[in-house]
C-alpha cells in the first residue's frame, strides 16, 4: 500500500507555471508506476501523466504534451508535476495515484492522494 499527499495547488494567471508535488509513503512506492489525473468541474477525471517505477519511461495526455513534466524522486518518495504554459482549461483537482502497471486508466489505480486544487485564471 502507498499512501499519498498532494501539495502545491493555488491561483495562477493563464500563462503562468505551477509546480504539484506528491508526497508518498509505503513500501512498495519505488517499485509503483505513478500518476496524475485531474478533475475538471463537473466533468470526470482524467488521465493527465504517468512515470514508470524507474523515472525513465513517461507518458502524457495529449492536452498538456509539451507543457507539463513529470518526474519522481525514489530517495525522497516523492512525485512532481511541473506545469507550464497553463491555461483556462487547466483549472481542475489534481490528484496523484499510484498503480502496479502501465496504464492511464484511473479505474487501475489503487491508491490515491485527496487532491489538489489547481485555479487558472484570465
Known amino acids: 500500500q502507498v499512501q499519498l499527499v498532494e501539495s502545491g495547488g493555488g491561483l495562477v494567471q493563464a500563462g503562468g507555471s505551477l509546480r504539484l508535488s506528491c508526497a508518498a509513503s509505503?513500501?512498495?512506492?519505488?517499485?509503483?508506476?505513478m500518476g496524475w489525473f485531474h478533475q475538471p468541474p463537473g466533468k470526470v477525471r482524467e488521465f493527465v501523466a504517468r512515470?514508470?517505477?524507474?523515472?525513465?519511461?513517461?507518458y502524457y495526455a495529449d492536452s498538456v504534451k509539451g507543457r507539463f513534466t513529470i518526474s519522481r524522486d525514489n530517495a525522497k518518495n516523492m512525485v512532481y508535476l511541473q506545469m507550464n504554459s497553463l491555461n483556462l482549461e487547466d483549472t481542475a483537482v489534481y490528484y496523484c495515484?499510484?498503480?502496479?502497471?502501465?496504464?492511464?486508466?484511473?479505474?487501475?489505480?489503487?491508491?490515491w492522494g485527496q487532491g489538489t486544487q489547481v485555479t487558472v485564471s484570465s
Open positions: 512515470i514508470s517505477w524507474t523515472g525513465a519511461g513517461t
Open positions: 495515484a499510484a498503480t502496479g502497471m502501465p496504464t492511464v486508466l484511473a479505474s487501475r489505480y489503487s491508491n
Open positions: 509505503g513500501r512498495t512506492f519505488s517499485s509503483s508506476y
